[in-house]
């Protein structure tokens, strides 16, 4: 099993308001990662944890705000978002964050932010 | 670290087999080779990775250089359902970052 759920699919908000992205796994991995991905863009690396650690921020804006409550479960807290944040936000897991273990990616959520 | 170049696009017959190449020539000894593919509007898919050796899978082939300084990735009888964006990806010894580049489309004709 590689399964990476993320809820919701879908999600539109409005630019006053606070929502939450959620991503879990049952894979024991020890490694998750957020991603953004604009429309015909490659995806674009935010945040990784390591034993639910964050252990990277590629210089994300403070209006995302990633939690990592337990070995299984990621979530991204939207606040004050803008209109060029809509996106596909995608999440993974990975055995570990090393050179030779692969992630595995969930289906997306896709924000729209209004 | 190391990046990697892909031709924008390119396109195969069904049931031929489909070679993508991908040149990453400043990689270092311990970096790893990974392809993923993204069908439209999926999450990224993982395929395969390899260090220098071949590898293979169920899903495909991959062929390194002995200079290491560019790979091939093989689906040895394309369908349709293999028309997608395929990213091959050097994992960083900074951090291990997973970085995307722009990635190759490849279109399977029927």
């Known amino acids: 099993d590689t399964e990476v759920t993320q809820t919701p699919k879908h999600l539109v908000m409005g630019m006053t308001n606070k929502k939450s992205l959620k991503c879990e796994q049952h894979m024991g991995h020890r490694a998750m990662y957020w991603y953004k991905q604009k429309a015909k863009k490659p995806p674009e690396l935010m945040f990784v944890y390591s034993y639910e650690k964050l252990s990277i921020n590629e210089s994300v804006p403070s209006r995302f705000s990633p939690e990592c409550p337990n070995s299984s479960l990621l979530n991204l807290h939207l606040h004050a978002l803008q209109p060029e944040d809509s996106a596909l936000y995608l999440c993974?897991?990975?055995?570990?964050?090393?050179?030779?273990?692969?992630?595995?990616f969930g289906q997306g959520t896709r924000l729209t932010v209004v | 670290d190391a990046k990697t170049t892909q031709p924008p696009s390119m396109d195969c017959a069904e049931g031929r087999a489909a070679n993508l190449p991908c040149n990453h020539s400043t990689i270092s000894g311990n970096e790893y080779v990974y392809w993923y593919r993204q069908i439209h509007s999926q999450g990224p898919q993982y395929i395969i990775h390899?260090?220098?050796n071949n590898e293979t899978n169920e899903m495909a082939s991959l062929i390194i250089t002995e200079d290491r300084k560019s790979s091939t990735l093989i689906l040895p009888h394309a369908t349709l359902r293999d028309t997608a964006v395929y990213y091959c990806i050097v994992r960083g010894r900074a951090n291990s970052k997973l970085t995307f580049g722009k990635g190759i489309t490849l279109s399977v004709r029927p």
């Open positions: 390899g260090l220098k």
């Open positions: 993974a897991s990975s055995q570990e964050n090393t050179l030779n273990t692969e992630a595995f």
